[in-house]
């Protein structure tokens, strides 16, 4: 166990792990009879959004706790969490902290002191099932499970259409049978299915869990590489999209946005965050639609559900923690209103599942040609499998990505993931 956790605290440039919750907490402050907590979070668009709505409709069930609220990229917030969680101090630390759910058990099993346990404040069985694995340890629950990163297959129906097919030909499809239809219209448009940048492995992440699989054993420590015929059968669908010639291809965010905002593509399977960026290009209007994310081929218990990204909520273990729960609980814990704020305003779905029912969720979305989009991704948010993302998403995917330019390269697979496994065991254990 010493040896694990050592790996996980090198895997996150931890200084050590001495946490001492209780030494000059400065997370909460009393000004006159009112208390301030503060919360971190990134995304001034989204999450930062959110917080804010929040507090606007805690103000008016607690007025005496204000929520101070601090912008910060998430790359900073992850080293500044470690700095000072390492450091054997609480100084300096918020009340409220977001952390992506990939790395919600490196935190939460390297510093357990430094977590305020949620299970009091919140109902476990009141948010999207796939989310509580991440967000808890030994069913103690920590977390406040935020947005769902429920993917799907956002397409043109323009260009479906313009060869000679309709939604219903790509709809609830598997990798295989979706890169069929790509050949089909790349043949009768001439326009490649999708982008794909062949150093990020985000859709081999959505492709594993829709069998319910993961990087890891369900320890979500043992590195699972070789032998995991799931992870190999997404490996070859990666390595078919690029053969075959119907995938754009890009180096970065701003690459992969303009290649469908230009219409340059005319697929997009990724999570439902996306929506927004897709809706800034306005010419295209009614020429959209979603469907099911895409099964992996070859495996009868894979479903035409997944996840990509998402992120959830976290008391830390300082002064004004049960002020901060109280927060959370009467928000984000519990609030239908707040949700349907989220979604009216941002286009965020949370995982809050008594709000997944709400009759905001029906609106039809003109841009989407009066589909109700939110309501298919609510109904999918729920059939996600659950997975353990365990302590090393990011450490294996960084060996993975160069096992998939060995494969890209010519290498055979089966040896690519057996070396992979050999390098995660000597790195991870």
């Given at each position: ?13 931890i ?5 001492c919750?209780?030494?000059?907490s ?10 301030e ?40 917030i ?6 000072m ?21 490196v935190?939460?099993?390297?510093f357990?002191?430094?977590f ?8 476990v ?13 030994d ?15 956002y ?22 049978q ?112 979603v ?32 002020a ?29 599942i008594?709000?997944?029912a ?13 589909q ?8 999918w ?17 960084d ?11 010519g ?9 992979a ?9």
């Amino acid at each position: 166990m010493k040896k694990m956790i050592t790996a996980i605290a090198a895997s996150v440039t931890i200084l050590g792990l001495a946490a001492c919750a209780g030494e000059e907490s400065t997370g909460g402050t009393q000004v006159g009879g009112t208390q301030e907590i503060t919360a971190w979070a990134w995304d001034p668009n989204f999450n930062i959004r959110a917080l804010n709505l929040a507090t606007e409709i805690f103000e008016g069930i607690n007025p005496d706790i204000t929520v101070n609220v601090v912008e910060n990229a998430q790359d900073s917030i992850i080293q500044q969490l470690n700095v000072m969680m390492s450091s054997g101090t609480a100084n300096g630390l918020p009340n409220i902290v977001l952390i992506e759910d990939y790395r919600a058990q490196v935190f939460l099993q390297a510093f357990p002191d430094m977590f305020f346990e949620m299970s009091d404040f919140i109902d476990v069985n009141e948010f999207a099932p796939y989310k509580i694995p991440m967000t808890s340890i030994d069913g103690r629950q920590y977390g406040v499970p935020f947005d769902t990163g429920a993917t799907g297959l956002y397409v043109r129906t323009d260009i479906l259409e313009s060869a000679g097919l309709s939604v219903a030909d790509v709809t609830d499809l598997d990798w295989d049978q979706l890169i069929e239809v790509g050949l089909q219209v790349k043949e009768a448009t001439g326009l490649p299915m999708m982008t794909l940048d062949p150093s990020d492995l985000g859709i081999i992440r959505s492709m594993i869990q829709t069998t319910g699989t993961w990087y890891t054993e369900e320890d979500g420590i043992t590195p699972f590489i070789e032998g995991n015929e799931q992870l190999k059968a997404g490996f070859e669908v990666f390595r078919r999209l690029i053969d075959e010639g119907i995938v754009l291809p890009v180096t970065d965010w701003s690459q992969f946005v303009s290649g469908f905002n230009n219409g340059d593509v005319w697929a997009v399977p990724t999570g439902n965050w996306i929506t927004a960026s897709i809706m800034a290009a306005e010419d295209q209007a009614g020429n959209w639609a979603v469907v099911s994310q895409p099964r992996l081929p070859g495996f009868a218990n894979s479903v035409n559900a997944s996840n990509l990204g998402g992120s959830s909520w976290y008391v830390l273990n300082v002064d004004g923690k049960e002020a901060a729960a109280e927060f959370l609980a009467s928000t984000f814990g519990s609030s239908i209103e707040l949700y349907e704020s989220l979604l009216n305003e941002i286009g965020a779905i949370g995982t809050f599942i008594p709000a997944l029912a709400s009759s905001v969720m029906d609106q039809e979305v003109e841009f989407f040609g009066g589909q109700r989009i939110f309501s298919d991704f609510a109904d999918w948010t729920q059939q996600i499998p659950q997975v353990n993302f365990g302590l090393h998403t990011y450490a294996l995917e960084d060996i993975l990505a160069v096992a998939m330019q060995s494969y890209l390269n010519g290498q055979d697979l089966d040896q690519v993931l057996r070396d992979a496994q050999a390098q995660a065991n000597n790195q991870l254990n």
